[in-house]
């Protein structure tokens, strides 16, 4: 069975930092695109960034300068730096990830559980 597990969430003060982290595990043939989507109350999840296995990476224009996404392969983990944090980025931040069970089948999309990130004003 595959799971995300999400860490590195928290409240944090207008213009600091978070370091978000996601960790695939369980039993796979290879994780392909890996990416961060958020979800404010009463708003749509909505793609943040995400990246591919060879490492091209793609950013909603609210976060581009501030946010960067990069991962890990050999540890199957992509993470998201948060820099100039502000009170609209808001949001319960999922994880999402493209993995391919077994050679014989296409890839699933795979979710996190979700971590709450806070920035107050």
């Known amino acids: 069975q595959v799971q995300l597990a999400e860490s590195g969430g928290g409240l944090v003060q207008a213009g600091g930092s978070l370091r978000l982290s996601c960790a695939a595990s369980g039993s796979f043939f290879s994780v392909n695109e890996m990416g961060w989507y958020c979800q404010a109350p009463g708003k749509q999840r909505e793609l943040v960034a995400d990246?591919?296995?060879?490492?091209?990476?793609n950013y909603a224009d609210a976060v581009k300068g501030r946010f960067t996404i990069s991962r890990d392969n050999a540890k199957n983990t992509v993470y998201l730096q948060m820099n100039s944090l502000k009170p609209e980025d808001t949001a319960v931040y999922y994880c999402?990830?493209?993995?391919?069970?077994?050679?014989?089948?296409?890839?699933?999309?795979?979710w996190g559980q979700g971590t709450q990130v806070t920035v107050s004003s």
């Open positions: 990246i591919t296995s060879g490492g091209s990476t």
């Open positions: 999402m990830a493209h993995i391919k069970i077994h050679t014989y089948y296409g890839t699933q999309r795979f």
